[in-house]
Antibody, heavy 122, light 108 residues
Framework: QVQLVESGGGVVQPGRSLRLSCAAS????????MKWVRQAPGKGLEWVAV????????YYADSVKGRFTISRDNSKNTLYVQMNSLRVEDTAVYYC???????????????WGKGTTVTVSS | EIVLTQSPGTLSLSPGERATLSCRAS???????LAWYQQKPGQAPRLLIY???SRATGIPDRFSGSGSGTDFTLTISRLEPEDFAVYFC?????????FGGGTKVEIK
């Protein structure tokens, strides 16, 4: 079945870096745009970054622009986000999510991973 | 940026009752590009509705969506115990896509 599994979360000090991964299976990964969405403790959902099906287009929320880099390896069916210069306010559960329509970058997300927790604290 | 405002913040109802959740957009959502998600504690969001009124695969027909322009509604016709959760709306008509703040449906 269609599945997304995130990994790479943990506790990190402010200013440090972390890379999250999302392993996809059960669908043709290279045909779908992918997104990272985060949720701070007790808060709502916030879109973080999105990447097109072929990796040629990338967009970021203002809150992470210049610090986070989204990427993908279609040969490994894996999505990544490199998070640099982490801040306390980046503390959240990070979900990867699949677009509901092939080739699209702006759409609803029809499959979500279970999430990985990032805690930024000194 | 389109701002989505959900109301009420919390809805206290009993199993079997009807739930009506509202999502209002700060500007028109073109082509009814609005989705609804359900999230239970400790779980990822699950897609319920897309295109304002189309049910996602496997979603029971007690869930229905309606609306257009700036006003959208999610209705749960008869609440089942597993429906008590937080519900988010999200538009995808333009960048950046945004989410509403959520409505918690709790057991009365």
């Amino acid at each position: 079945q269609v599945q997304l599994v995130e990994s790479g979360g943990g506790v990190v000090q402010p200013g440090r870096s972390l890379r999250l991964s999302c392993a996809a299976s059960g669908f043709t990964f290279r045909r779908f745009g992918m997104k990272w969405v985060r949720q701070a403790p007790g808060k709502g959902l916030e879109w973080v970054a999105v990447i097109s099906y072929d990796g040629s287009n990338k967009y970021y929320a203002d809150s992470v622009k210049g610090r986070f880099t989204i990427s993908r390896d279609n040969s490994k069916n894996t999505l990544y986000v490199q998070m640099n210069s982490l801040r306390v306010e980046d503390t959240a559960v990070y979900y990867c999510a699949k677009m509901g329509l092939e080739w699209s970058t702006i759409y609803y997300m029809d499959v979500w991973g279970k999430g990985t927790t990032v805690t930024v604290s000194s | 940026e389109i701002v989505l405002t959900q109301s009420p913040g919390t809805l206290s109802l009993s199993p079997g009752e009807r739930a009506t959740l509202s999502c209002r957009a700060s500007q028109s959502v073109s082509s009814s590009y609005l989705a609804w998600y359900q999230q239970k504690p400790g779980q990822a969001p699950r897609l319920l509705i897309y295109g304002a009124s189309s049910r996602a695969t496997g979603i029971p027909d007690r869930f229905s969506g309606s609306g257009s322009g700036t006003d959208f509604t999610l209705t749960i016709s008869r609440l089942e115990p597993e429906d008590f959760a937080v519900y988010f709306c999200q538009h995808y008509s333009s960048s950046p896509l945004t989410f509403g703040g959520g409505t918690k449906v709790e057991i009365k």
